[in-house]
């Protein structure tokens, strides 16, 4: 398990440091903010991984040069003629005000929104995010069951989060996993390859060469997956990603 988070900056991009019982150091740039992640076995220096860090920098510069270039969807006002996107197809939105109560369904190629009168753009915002949230859940279960037969794991829990930072999380200790609610928006596949990134790691908890095995056992075009995921354009939000 991770100890505290230590920082370091190195050429102004902040690196966060887990000291684990690891026999490596691993270093890892997370879409879709380009979040640096170093973990290093307990004793090392922190001189050393500092070194380190350094001697990565081109490669770290690159990764998030990529995660920034990656398109941004433009501000939703929640508003008739808005595209919105479900399981990677494209949806018009449809406002439909006055209704008796607040829901929201697929008619076709539109998404319509039925809200009370009078109702903020935060509101529709929620109603539409957890709108998300209960497709998302009716997904996962039929998912998560797939691959954790296809792995031969097996999850305590699983959750649906949103999350600013990453895709997916997994608890080893307590086998429990996460999923960003914005995957509802993304192609299954992509649902697809993150649930097995995470369920992955309660076979192994790095991201080395193992990790790296197993997932051209189990998803031989994982690569092809991660590429298109993180090429898709992320949500807007008013802190950025």
Same mark, same amino acid.
């Given at each position: 398990? &991770?100890?505290?988070?230590?920082?370091? &900056?190195?050429?102004?991009?902040?690196?966060?440091?887990?000291?684990?019982?690891?026999?490596?150091?691993?270093? &890892?740039?997370? #879409?879709? @903010?380009?979040?640096?992640?170093?973990?290093? #076995?307990?004793?090392?220096?922190?001189?050393?991984?500092?070194? !380190?860090?350094? @001697?990565?920098?081109?490669?770290?510069?690159?990764?998030?040069?990529? !995660?920034?270039?990656?398109?941004?969807?433009?501000?939703?006002? $929640?508003? @008739?003629?808005? @595209?919105? !996107? $479900?399981?990677?197809?494209?949806?018009?939105?449809?406002?439909?005000?006055?209704? #008796?109560?607040?829901?929201?369904?697929?008619?076709?190629?539109?998404?319509?929104?039925?809200?009370? &009168?009078?109702?903020?753009?935060?509101?529709?915002? +929620?109603? +539409?995010?957890? %709108?998300?949230?209960?497709?998302?859940?009716?997904?996962?279960?039929?998912?998560?069951?797939? %691959?954790?037969?296809?792995?031969?794991?097996?999850?305590?829990?699983?959750?649906?989060?949103?999350?600013?930072?990453? %895709?997916?999380?997994?608890?080893?200790?307590?086998?429990?996993?996460?999923?960003?609610?914005?995957?509802?928006?993304?192609?299954?596949?992509?649902?697809?390859?993150?649930?097995?990134?995470? +369920?992955?790691?309660?076979?192994?908890?790095?991201?080395?060469?193992? !990790?790296?095995?197993?997932?051209?056992? $189990?998803?031989?075009? %994982?690569? $092809?997956?991660?590429?298109? +995921?993180?090429?898709?354009?992320?949500?807007?939000?008013?802190?950025?990603?």
């Amino acid at each position: 398990m &991770s100890t505290k988070k230590e920082v370091l &900056s190195i050429a102004n991009i902040e690196v966060d440091v887990y000291r684990k019982d690891i026999k490596n150091m691993h270093l &890892s740039v997370y #879409p879709p @903010s380009g979040r640096v992640r170093l973990s290093a #076995p307990k004793r090392t220096d922190l001189e050393v991984i500092r070194l !380190f860090a350094i @001697s990565k920098l081109g490669w770290i510069k690159k990764h998030i040069k990529n !995660f920034k270039a990656q398109p941004r969807e433009t501000k939703r006002i $929640f508003k @008739s003629g808005e @595209s919105h !996107f $479900f399981e990677g197809n494209r949806y018009i939105l449809e406002v439909k005000e006055g209704a #008796p109560k607040n829901y929201v369904n697929i008619d076709g190629k539109k998404i319509n929104l039925y809200v009370q &009168s009078n109702v903020s753009i935060e509101k529709r915002e +929620l109603i +539409l995010r957890e %709108w998300y949230r209960t497709q998302l859940k009716q997904i996962l279960p039929e998912l998560v069951e797939k %691959w954790e037969k296809v792995i031969g794991v097996e999850t305590n829990e699983w959750a649906v989060k949103l999350m600013r930072t990453k %895709w997916g999380a997994c608890n080893i200790e307590e086998k429990r996993i996460w999923i960003n609610l914005e995957l509802a928006k993304k192609p299954r596949i992509c649902l697809e390859y993150i649930i097995l990134h995470e +369920l992955v790691h309660l076979l192994e908890r790095n991201h080395n060469e193992r !990790f790296i095995q197993l997932m051209n056992t $189990f998803m031989p075009k %994982w690569r $092809f997956h991660r590429d298109e +995921l993180n090429r898709l354009p992320v949500a807007h939000t008013d802190w950025g990603y």
